[in-house]
């Protein structure tokens, strides 16, 4: 059994299929069929039923799957923590970062990190919560930023805490209010946000305890596309103030949200018991030295 082996099982669970996984392996499909068939043969199990495209794991490859998971994530802390005692500054840090306000948030700080430490590859990806904490849970990614999470599997480092606005089609009745109550939009079409985003369940669960089921406009992850729904009347979007700023234009009020107080609390998660590389200390060094709101401003 080797970690090739492990590395190509999971990953054709992952993704679902050997094709998409040999495509992610950067290897030949057949390569990728015959490690999972070393495996198996190591093994003395069948962990995978095979129907057309499709892969189903059988209920060895459930077992043999939650190990290797285990076995590769602890590979990889292995390699980061011996990369971190023989090159200092030298490394990789695998990075996610929030879908919603990238740009606004972590461009020039990303830019920063990399002017800093210029021979630290990240690996960056971007998602909702959800995403985050799976992959940093799985050991795919050593740090993430999302909303900050309940799990006490992950520890974690607050970032900002914004409040939500509301924007609306200039020509809507509340448009030119100061702020409103979240009932008072109970008639108007909400453009919400995928489902990986844990933010979409806050807003939803918001909206029914305010005694009203939203009606769905659209979705989407992309705040730019959202503002633009706006301002062609497709409906309100909610959007932490920092995103909402700056999508302001013609067409498109911002209304503060005055009740409920619904927040967008980013925080830099990682996995509680993982050994976090000095990559991953570096970049988390600099998001305390570049607050959203440095002390003093508001």
Not at 5 to 19: I, K, M, N, Y
Not at 36 to 59: C, D, F, N
Not at 215 to 223: F, L, N, T
């Amino acid at each position: 059994m080797e970690f090739k082996q492990l590395r190509a099982f999971a990953e054709v669970v992952r993704q679902g299929s050997f094709t998409q996984a040999a495509v992610r392996l950067n290897a030949s499909q057949s390569a990728v069929s015959k490690q999972i068939a070393q495996l198996e043969q190591s093994l003395r199990v069948q962990l995978l039923e095979r129907s057309g495209p499709h892969v189903r794991l059988t209920a060895a490859g459930e077992v043999v799957l939650r190990r290797a998971e285990d076995m590769l994530r602890l590979r990889r802390e292995l390699l980061t923590e011996l990369d971190d005692l023989s090159r200092l500054h030298r490394g990789e840090l695998r990075l996610g970062l929030p879908l919603l306000g990238a740009d606004a948030l972590f461009a020039g700080r990303f830019a920063e990190y990399r002017r800093r430490y210029p021979n630290i590859v990240v690996h960056l990806i971007e998602g909702g919560s959800k995403t985050m904490e799976e992959q940093v849970y799985s050991g795919e990614l050593e740090l993430g930023g999302g909303l900050t999470p309940e799990d006490p599997a992950f520890d974690f480092q607050p970032f900002c805490n914004e409040p939500l606005d509301a924007l609306l089609p200039a020509d809507h009745p509340l448009a030119t209010r100061e702020s409103l109550s979240l009932v008072e939009l109970a008639d108007t079409p909400f453009l919400l946000y995928q489902q990986s985003f844990t933010l979409n369940d806050r807003l939803l669960r918001a909206c029914r305890e305010a005694g009203f089921e939203p009606k769905e406009g659209g979705r989407s992850g992309q705040a730019d596309f959202l503002g633009a729904l706006v301002a062609a009347g497709q409906g309100v979007v909610l959007l932490p103030r920092v995103v909402a700023r700056d999508l302001e234009r013609p067409g498109v009020a911002r209304v503060l949200l005055s009740e409920p107080d619904l927040r967008w609390d980013i925080s830099f998660i990682w996995r509680r018991d993982a050994y976090l590389s000095n990559a991953a200390k570096a970049w988390l060094s600099l998001m305390e030295e570049m607050p959203l709101h440095p002390p003093g401003s508001q």
